[in-house]
């Protein structure tokens, strides 16, 4: 059984001008032992998505229907009582500004022993000792446990919101853009970082990042969202090696590879449409090179095709 299950679920933000659909329709899944990506460009429902799973959404957002499944439980449907029980504690999520997420009049050992003494019941001294031993884990001395966040820099206050959010062994670990805005340097001491956490706690990852190189180096499955939607899923082998949507092969056609022959990028034509009136049908077809009439009148069923989910009428 799955650990995580989001079934069809459709977020909205209700504006003047109508329903902003951010999230139409969205099901998927993660395994108890598997990291999964999303990817997909600036607006596509990626965040908004994640965000639901720890139930952040707040007005003018409203999840409208669907179903969020953790364990067993739907998420939707709790108490504040128990949504504030289940974060940290069930599922915890690194953020993708860490310095507008770190509180900056708290030393970082108060922030990660608030985190530990609010969900485990155990005595501040105990936590203290805790909280230098989940720095040590990710990679700093313990001996700055006092150190405030604008002590640190970019990379080193991602790696003290990954150690807050593993404080208390969360299920699952959530990780919006982790990685963004730092040094190749520092990004690759970060997913090294990462797959070694997978692997010491045995953490199943949902990780968002618009950088296809940081999927393939840390993800075993890829769903790739374009306007609120799923477009494909794969493995990252399959979906790098032979990717079904023309939306994902346009993706990885505008990446540069550093093997083989050198080759021209392409880009996709056009922009990303506007929510509060998506396209008819496929919502891709308005930039897609290989639409046809039904594209524009049917929207795609999400099927099964070679290992993939793709929902594109090339393959009904």
Same mark, same amino acid.
């Given at each position: 059984?799955?650990?995580?299950?989001?079934?069809?679920?459709?977020?909205?933000?209700?504006?003047?001008?109508?329903?902003?659909?951010?999230?139409?329709?969205?099901?998927?899944?993660?395994?108890?032992?598997?990291?999964?990506?999303?990817?997909?460009?600036?607006?596509?429902?990626?965040?908004?998505?994640?965000?639901?799973?720890?139930?952040?959404?707040?007005?003018?957002?409203?999840?409208?229907?669907?179903? !969020?499944?953790? =364990?067993?439980?739907? +998420?939707?449907?709790?108490?504040?009582?128990?949504?504030?029980?289940?974060? *940290? &504690?069930?599922?915890?999520?690194?953020?993708?500004?860490?310095?507008?997420?770190?509180?900056?009049?708290?030393?970082?050992?108060?922030?990660?022993?608030?985190?530990?003494?609010?969900?485990?019941?155990?005595?501040?001294?105990?936590?203290?000792?805790?909280?230098?031993?989940?720095?040590?884990?990710?990679?700093?001395?313990?001996?700055?446990?006092?150190?405030?966040?604008?002590?640190?820099?970019?990379?080193?206050?991602?790696?003290?919101?990954?150690?807050?959010?593993?404080?208390?062994?969360?299920?699952?670990?959530?990780?919006?853009?982790?990685?963004?805005?730092?040094?190749?340097?520092?990004?690759?001491?970060?997913?090294?970082?990462?797959?070694?956490?997978?692997?010491?706690?045995?953490?199943?990852?949902?990780? !968002?990042?618009? =950088?296809?190189?940081? +999927?393939?180096?840390?993800?075993?499955?890829?769903?790739?969202?374009?306007? *609120? &939607?799923?477009?494909?899923?794969?493995?990252?082998?399959?979906?790098?090696?032979?990717?079904?949507?023309?939306?994902?092969?346009?993706?990885?056609?505008?990446?540069?590879?550093?093997?083989?022959?050198?080759?021209?990028?392409?880009?996709?034509?056009?922009?990303?449409?506007?929510?509060?009136?998506?396209?008819?049908?496929?919502?891709?077809?308005?930039?897609?090179?290989?639409?046809?009439?039904?594209?524009?009148?049917?929207?795609?069923?999400?099927?099964?095709?070679?290992?993939?989910?793709?929902?594109?009428?090339?393959?009904?």
């Amino acid at each position: 059984m799955a650990l995580l299950e989001v079934k069809n679920l459709e977020i909205h933000y209700i504006t003047r001008k109508g329903a902003v659909k951010a999230v139409d329709g969205v099901s998927l899944s993660v395994e108890q032992d598997e990291t999964l990506g999303l990817i997909g460009e600036s607006g596509c429902g990626k965040t908004t998505m994640v965000f639901s799973i720890m139930n952040f959404v707040t007005p003018p957002g409203r999840i409208v229907g669907g179903e !969020i499944i953790f =364990d067993g439980r739907n +998420i939707v449907t709790m108490s504040r009582e128990e949504i504030r029980l289940l974060r *940290g &504690k069930g599922i915890a999520m690194v953020f993708q500004a860490a310095q507008n997420a770190l509180n900056p009049v708290l030393s970082i050992g108060k922030q990660i022993v608030e985190e530990i003494v609010e969900h485990e019941g155990i005595s501040k001294e105990k936590a203290w000792v805790r909280a230098k031993e989940q720095l040590e884990l990710v990679g700093i001395s313990s001996r700055r446990i006092k150190n405030f966040p604008h002590e640190f820099s970019g990379g080193m206050k991602q790696r003290v919101m990954i150690a807050i959010a593993t404080a208390c062994n969360p299920r699952l670990l959530l990780m919006d853009e982790p990685v963004t805005g730092l040094d190749v340097i520092v990004q690759r001491q970060l997913l090294v970082l990462i797959k070694d956490l997978k692997e010491k706690l045995g953490l199943p990852i949902i990780l !968002i990042t618009h =950088d296809l190189s940081v +999927i393939a180096e840390t993800c075993d499955r890829v769903a790739v969202m374009y306007a *609120g &939607k799923i477009m494909e899923q794969a493995s990252t082998v399959d979906l790098y090696g032979d990717p079904l949507h023309p939306y994902s092969q346009a993706l990885i056609n505008s990446y540069p590879s550093i093997e083989g022959k050198k080759k021209e990028l392409t880009s996709i034509p056009g922009a990303p449409p506007r929510l509060i009136d998506p396209p008819s049908g496929c919502r891709f077809h308005p930039r897609c090179p290989n639409a046809m009439d039904i594209c524009r009148k049917k929207e795609p069923l999400l099927i099964e095709k070679d290992g993939h989910l793709v929902a594109c009428h090339l393959y009904n």
